[in-house]
């Protein structure tokens, strides 16, 4: 195992037993105070989030849809373009997404949530699923285009999302700006970590000495993006490990990439899409810097 692997399988050991064992204590590091009582967003899951103006389809697959959110007043408008999370599996979909597009418009941004085929659709996984996600995009800039504002849109990544939403702005020369939320932004490290039960290895369809070309084609890592990038964290996440992000950007930096990290104290890996919680105002301003 490398060293950032170590330091990866660590952290989450770490957040682990400081979880079952230290809750309302100090951190035996001399660290933060973990609080007890921080606000669980898994509920987002379930939550019914207000309905969107329209759904638009990009393609003939029941998955293959875009839920628009538009606000008040005369366009072109500014646009966020939402690709959930869910480890790339069918079973998630985009609904609880539907809570960040909503708050989001209520400021005056435009919001496409985007749907795709996973794994366990017919066509899902690598490279169905991106696809999906590149279409949906060409569909909105490209045949809505004035209804946008082309010039101040950014793409929005939740956990398997920041990997979709890395991937597309390193094909698309459009996408000046993208957010990943707690994003898978490392596969190779996904896979020696065995994230969510070998998730990754479902989505590209086998191991990297199985199929090296999907790995590479899909990695954000080892893609060249000239996109502006947002990697943003919660220091509390048990399904990411935020050094997932930091080491990200760390690469990222030596190439000369335009990465940064919000790192956002005692969040988890759903407080940084609800809008309910003390961690969404952070999101917030981090989306608002990317559409300026």
């Not at 569909?139 to 939403?165: P, T």
């Not at 990200?248 to 899409?273: C, S, T």
């Amino acid at each position: 195992m490398g060293i950032e692997a170590k330091n990866i399988a660590h952290e989450l050991a770490r957040t682990k037993h400081k979880r079952l064992n230290h809750r309302g204590t100090e951190d035996q590091r001399g660290g933060r105070i973990y609080n007890p009582s921080m606000s669980t967003s898994d509920d987002i899951l379930s939550v019914a989030a207000p309905k969107a103006d329209a759904r638009l389809t990009y393609g003939g697959d029941e998955n293959q849809f875009v839920d628009l959110r538009r606000p008040k007043g005369k366009g072109p408008h500014t646009l966020a373009i939402a690709i959930h999370g869910g480890f790339w599996r069918a079973k998630y979909d985009l609904k609880y997404a539907g809570h960040l597009c909503a708050a989001l418009t209520a400021k005056g941004i435009a919001t496409a949530n985007v749907e795709y085929r996973r794994v366990g659709n017919a066509g899902g996984g690598w490279p169905g699923t991106f696809a999906d996600v590149r279409a949906a995009y060409q569909l909105l800039l490209q045949k809505r285009g004035n209804e946008f504002d082309a010039r101040r849109v950014v793409v929005i990544g939740h956990s398997a999302g920041g990997q979709l939403g890395l991937c597309l702005a390193a094909r698309e020369t459009g996408v000046k700006a993208v957010i990943s939320l707690a994003g898978v932004v490392d596969l190779r490290r996904a896979y020696t970590l065995h994230l969510s039960n070998d998730a990754v290895v479902e989505f590209l369809g086998g191991t990297p000495e199985e199929v090296g070309d999907h790995y590479r084609e899909a990695d954000p890592m080892k893609l060249a993006i000239g996109a502006r990038q947002w990697l943003v964290h919660g220091t509390e996440d048990e399904i990411v490990p935020p050094a997932f992000s930091r080491e990200y950007v760390a690469a990222k930096r030596k190439v000369r990439e335009d990465a940064q990290l919000v790192e956002i104290a005692r969040a988890g890996h759903f407080e940084i899409v609800d809008p309910r919680s003390a961690a969404w105002k952070d999101v917030e301003r981090v989306v608002m810097e990317a559409v300026r």
